[in-house]
């Protein structure tokens, strides 16, 4: 590191080093940024671009410890209240998109350490399982296996199902076994025959074997995301609403307590049944805002959640209706 970084001619250096120098005297050395202005001849405005810089270019990767986060009051009343192992609990945002980046965010520094080796890892589909998988740092934890609990679907946000489970796979330095199926097919019979198919009956099988699972919990609004990936037309949820639905968990609908609602999708279905997520290890939530407070309640309720990840807002409403 030292000949990357060392200056040429009192002080001055050029392009990516002076980054990597103006960096390293600020987070390793503990200099503020008038001293290595100082020490590099140039403005403070200028240290504050570089130390910008290297924070876009990946040289620094800001972490705090997990256990702030799953120490302090807001989580130890979560996990009383509900019977959790953890929870981890950050703070709210300054809007709900920055809050569920911060929600995922902490939810990728948090994940590693809750696996071991030999985990099978069930890992959902959705927007906040994504944004978790694509903030992993790389790491490595021998003999981990990732699974991809429910069938492939178009998404709203421009990335398939499939990929939640791969760069999960691939930032963990683990083995993928991926559902090569739709998530939900048109005719039950085909699905039938779908799920016989070796390949996908190997699939389907790995599920049984997840000691650990990520996931999102899922409103039953209108516009919730099991109708915009088309898993569930909307006729579909208003069908499941009126039996009792109030949440959605890895495409199954639950009710209040938690319990699967049965109905026209399950023989259409290729992936997990809520049963295989129930008595984990590890039952991982990471869901946040005012629309996932019941659904996330209902999930709890149901006993497939042993941690949860979300922001203090939302912990605060789920204790409040919990």
Not at 249 to 272: E, H, N, Q, S, T
Request: glycine share 10%.
């Amino acid at each position: 590191m030292g000949s990357m970084i060392r200056r040429r001619n009192a002080g001055q250096v050029s392009g990516e080093s002076v980054v990597i120098e103006a960096a390293w005297m600020y987070y390793h050395d503990g200099l503020n940024q008038a001293e290595i202005a100082k020490r590099l001849n140039v403005s403070r405005a200028t240290v504050v671009n570089y130390l910008q810089e290297a924070r876009e270019m990946g040289y620094i990767r800001i972490s705090l410890a997990p256990e702030v986060f799953s120490g302090h009051r807001l989580a130890e009343e979560l996990r009383e209240r509900f019977g959790l192992k953890a929870a981890f609990v950050v703070p709210d945002g300054s809007t709900g998109e920055d809050t569920l980046i911060r929600v995922a965010r902490g939810a990728a520094q948090w994940l590693p350490s809750l696996l071991e080796s030999d985990d099978r890892l069930g890992v959902a589909w959705g927007r906040t399982v994504y944004e978790v998988a694509e903030a992993l740092d790389q790491t490595c934890i021998k003999d981990i296996t990732v699974s991809q609990l429910v069938g492939s679907m178009a998404t709203p946000y421009g990335f398939t199902a499939e990929i939640c489970s791969a760069h999960m796979a691939q930032n963990l330095g683990a083995k993928c076994i991926n559902l090569h199926a739709p998530a939900v097919l048109s005719d039950p019979a085909l699905a039938a025959r779908l799920r016989q198919e070796p390949i996908i009956h190997n699939q389907l099988e790995a599920l049984s074997h997840c000691n650990k699972a990520i996931f999102a919990a899922g409103s039953c609004d209108p516009d919730s995301h099991i109708v915009g990936s088309g898993v569930a037309s909307a006729q579909d949820l208003a069908w499941y609403v009126g039996q009792g639905a109030t949440g959605v968990l890895c495409g199954r609908f639950i009710d209040a307590a938690g319990k699967a609602i049965p109905g026209p999708l399950d023989d259409r279905m290729i992936g997990v049944t809520l049963e295989k997520l129930q008595g984990l290890d590890m039952g991982l939530l990471v869901s946040d805002g005012d629309d996932k407070v019941t659904p996330m309640l209902a999930a709890i309720a149901g006993g497939y959640v042993t941690h949860v990840v979300t922001s203090a807002g939302t912990a605060r409403a789920m204790l409040a209706g919990g």
